[in-house]
């Protein structure tokens, strides 16, 4: 085992108040790939062909008034890009669920809607941008499982007739303001706050990290963020590999 990974074994060995801050580089373990690498979509009437741009890129397909106004599009791309039903936890997350059974771990805060670490076991989870496993009907809030979404034919419907939408976050939408401040609360008491697959550049991240008053700051992500210079220790390897071997005895 080399130095870093030691020196991680010991910080959470003496740590009872860890918590976790994760993004999309979680779940790539997982076969999930971040959206942000994904194409974004044609239009109806342009076809990809050539060298021709997508028409709307992800960032505005995931937005409110793109569901809103092109709903039926918007599950196109959401469903292709975006579900990944059969993906399954990872080392990371079942590394997680572990340390939080130990009683180390108070909580982990994910940017990730996949609901992967409740499947992996974790029990404290602060989903920031919500999750695909629930799914709400504009009209009447009835709740849906993903199994709905997924076997829709194009816009998902309740039985009221109303348009069923995923509780996830959508770019123009605010964050849901009591699960920003569990999550800025935990960091805030945290003794060691463990940082992994998140560039830290997409808000609210980079803020949240902000509140971190401790002096173990571990960052585990396989490229440069803007929080090197203040972490007290980088590992830029697999995130399942690091936390599964930090954990063996
Ligand atoms: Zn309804």
Redesign the pocket.
């Given at each position: 085992m080399n130095a870093d990974l030691e020196k991680l074994k010991r910080i959470i060995a003496g740590s009872d108040n860890i918590v976790f801050f994760g993004g999309a580089g979680v779940s790539t373990e997982s076969g999930i790939p971040d959206f942000r690498s994904a194409d974004g979509l044609y239009s109806e009437s342009q076809a990809p062909r050539g060298s021709f741009e997508p028409a709307y890129p992800p960032e505005t397909i995931l937005s409110h008034s793109f569901f809103m106004s092109h709903t039926k599009e918007f599950y196109r791309f959401y469903k292709d890009k975006m579900l990944y039903p059969d993906a399954r936890p990872n080392d990371a997350h079942y590394a997680l669920a572990e340390l939080e059974k130990q009683g180390k771990l108070k909580a982990v805060i994910t940017q990730n809607v996949d609901g992967l670490h409740t499947v992996a076991g974790s029990v404290n989870v602060l989903e920031l941008h919500g999750t695909a496993l629930r799914n709400i009907?504009m009209?009447?809030n009835?709740c849906y499982p993903l199994e709905k979404i997924i076997t829709a034919e194009e816009i998902p419907q309740?039985?009221?007739?109303?348009i069923i939408k995923p509780d996830v976050v959508l770019y123009e939408e605010a964050l849901d303001p009591s699960v920003m401040t569990k999550a800025t609360k935990a960091i805030y008491n945290a003794d060691a706050l463990i940082v992994g697959g998140t560039s830290l550049n997409v808000y609210p991240a980079a803020g949240m990290i902000n509140h971190y008053r401790g002096n173990k700051l571990i960052l585990i992500n396989k490229s440069e963020t803007p929080y090197d210079r203040y972490a007290d220790l980088i590992i830029r390897e697999s995130i399942g590999l690091t936390l599964k071997t930090a954990l063996l005895r």
């Open positions: 009907c009209t009447c009835e309740c039985s009221c007739g109303g």
